[in-house]
């Protein structure tokens, strides 16, 4: 078997699929945060360092779900380059892996972001 089969066996349904599932995870958990945001905050009241963590939190989410969706169009088009034996699907696969890996760094980063305002949202000092 070549590289490009062994990629389109192997490497390019189960990236596909994990950025699928990916992306689905991630709108999950920023739709969730944003739809109970006003259970654990009250933003006129809240200083804007409270406001500031959340917010950042929520971009670092988008910024997730940009990277994940760079990622697999960058895995498709690798596995298009890779059918039509074009040399290059192997850059295209490692620039798509690096994306989805960035995404996850993100969503990690989002989540803590997200933890740390509910945990400073429940503390009534003025942060």
């Known amino acids: 078997m070549t590289d490009a089969e062994l990629f389109l066996k192997y490497n390019y349904p189960e990236t596909k699929d994990l950025c699928l599932h990916f992306l689905t995870l991630v709108t999950a958990v920023l739709v969730f945060s944003l739809n109970f945001a006003e259970k654990f905050f009250d933003f ?7 406001r500031l963590v959340v917010i950042i939190g929520w971009c670092l989410f988008m910024l997730s779900i940009i990277f ?5 169009a960058a895995i498709s088009l690798a596995a ?11 850059s295209l696969a490692l620039t798509a ?11 990690i980063a989002g989540l803590i972001f997200t933890m740390t305002a509910s945990i ?8």
Do not use: E
């Open 97 to 107: 892996y690096k994306l989805v890996i960035l995404a996850g760094i993100s969503f």
């Open 68 to 72: 994940c969706g760079i990622g697999l």
């Open 44 to 50: 006129q009241k809240t200083t804007k360092y409270k």
């Open 80 to 90: 298009g380059n890779a059918v039509y034996q074009q040399n290059n699907f192997q």
């Open 120 to 127: 400073i949202s429940r503390n009534p000092s003025k942060v």
